[in-house]
């Protein structure tokens, strides 16, 4: 018996170990994490393979999905992308790029306005829903029924009560707190179209079909086909009462008017229409083109695991390599693909400025240990990195020589990249660049500048858990 249980442990091994070389859209390193982890831990590596290790979306979601976007793209009237692109400058290979992975073209006349840093900065989106005369759409990541919370589906009650369409998508697993609270049952009272992305149903039945951890964490508001919001806040207090130790948490949300307020637009009905048999593509194909009304050019990228080949680290990497002075980047988590790690340490070995703005406490211990690990390679090739200290520094930010940038939902490590739903906004302006740096610099203000001789005072303990974490660092 026990010589029959090593021969079908063996050959589940070998099974998984096969799998792991042929899946498509692995790095080296992912393939090599995976084949020692079921080398070395059978039973446990097995188990993860099986529920972490490929991307598994249910067939019918996947066709969905399919049929969505081919129904989106026609719908939309998107204007031939030759004529901004040829105008975007240093940044063109990175509009070029962000083509590629979620097929909008960069367009020109948008406005930004950089909102506040506090709990403010969501009362111009309440303020928004309020004056609504069409439509609301709303998606979030997490959504908490605190005040903030409470506020957001207080204006959105009124607005579906005076008869604007309001719709609301949250991830199933991010905003538990809302679907079980009263605020869910009372939207949906008002007139309130509600449902949920990404749905988990029975975790142990749904395990078997598909991965539940590849998670909707987009943040999208579009009013009326005129404004939207584009940034890393959540729909929750900054005191972020689920893991309170860490706040504030300090976000970035940026107003979006202009033509690519459409864009936004069509990754909300991508996902409201995956999720749900109602057919929205009408929105788009009648909206009218809006009016330049700004100096910015800016274009949405979506992207998500249905897509392996194509992620937003392509077009990090197109901005730092078109990098000429200065690179300054802001994100709570930083576990990046190995391309994306070289291509900023490189950016830093040919003189480049590049300012890195990390959480000095990471609400994820794993994540932080792997993100530690990578620090004596930054700083021997001159990064500074800067350990925020006021509350948990959620922002997610890349701006290239004061002129253009990203901002949105995604991290730098491989969960944004690979396996969740984000959406980001890539920018070209001299002037608004200008406003986000200057934030950028705010955060600078209030952290510490780590060292080499810092991290050559940490324990050989420090260092050696740091480095067996970040063995696991392709598959976090």
Not at 197 to 217: E, M, Y
């Amino acid at each position: 018996m026990a010589t029959v249980t090593v021969v079908l442990v063996i050959i589940l091994q070998v099974t998984f170990i096969i799998r792991a070389l042929l899946r498509a859209g692995l790095t080296p390193s992912a393939r090599l994490a995976w084949v020692t982890m079921i080398s070395a831990l059978p039973g446990v590596g097995i188990a993860a393979y099986f529920l972490f290790g490929e991307i598994r979306l249910a067939r019918a979601r996947r066709e969905r999905m399919r049929e969505v976007r081919h129904k989106l793209l026609a719908a939309q009237p998107i204007p031939a992308p030759l004529d901004d692109l040829a105008r975007a400058g240093a940044a063109r290979p990175a509009f070029a790029a962000g083509m590629a992975t979620s097929q909008f073209p960069p367009r020109a006349g948008n406005r930004l306005t950089l909102l506040p840093e506090s709990d403010a900065m969501m009362d111009d989106i309440i303020d928004a829903i309020d004056a609504a005369q069409d439509h609301v759409h709303v998606l979030f990541y997490i959504w908490l029924a605190d005040r903030t919370g409470t506020r957001m589906a207080n204006a959105l009650i009124n607005a579906a009560r005076r008869g604007v369409a309001c719709r609301v998508l949250v991830d199933d697993h991010g905003a538990r707190w809302l679907i079980r609270s009263p605020l869910w049952g009372a939207m949906q009272q008002a007139g309130v179209a509600v449902d949920r992305a990404a749905p988990v149903g029975n975790p142990l039945i749904s395990l078997l079909f598909q991965r539940i951890d590849l998670r909707n964490h987009r943040k999208i508001v579009v009013v009326d086909n005129r404004l939207s919001w584009v940034g890393s806040r959540n729909c929750a207090d900054a005191a972020f009462s689920i893991k309170p130790r860490y706040a504030p948490w300090v976000d970035l949300l940026v107003r979006l008017e202009g033509p690519a307020v459409l864009q936004q637009q069509a990754v909300f009905l991508h996902d409201w229409m995956t999720h749900h048999a109602e057919d929205l593509s009408h929105i788009l194909r009648n909206a009218p083109e809006p009016p330049a009304i700004g100096p910015v050019m800016a274009q949405v990228i979506a992207s998500g695991p249905d897509d392996i080949f194509t992620t937003p680290s392509d077009t990090l990497r197109a901005m730092l390599y078109a990098a000429t002075e200065k690179v300054m980047l802001t994100t709570p988590y930083y576990v990046p693909d190995p391309a994306l790690h070289t291509a900023i340490c490189s950016a830093a070995e040919r003189g480049i400025r590049v300012d890195l703005i990390l959480p000095a406490r990471n609400d994820n211990r794993i994540v932080g240990a792997a993100t530690e690990s990578l620090f004596p390679d930054l700083l021997r090739s001159g990064v500074r990195i800067h350990l925020f200290q006021d509350g948990l520094i959620h922002s997610k930010i890349v701006t290239v020589d004061g002129s253009f940038g990203m901002i949105g939902t995604a991290n730098l490590d491989h969960r944004s990249f690979d396996l969740n739903y984000e959406n980001l906004l890539l920018f070209r302006c001299p002037a608004f660049t200008a406003e986000i740096d200057a934030r950028q610099d705010s955060y600078i203000a209030r952290a510490a500048c780590i060292e080499r001789a810092d991290v050559a005072a940490w324990s050989p303990l420090r260092r050696l858990r740091n480095n067996i974490i970040a063995l696991a660092s392709p598959l976090l």
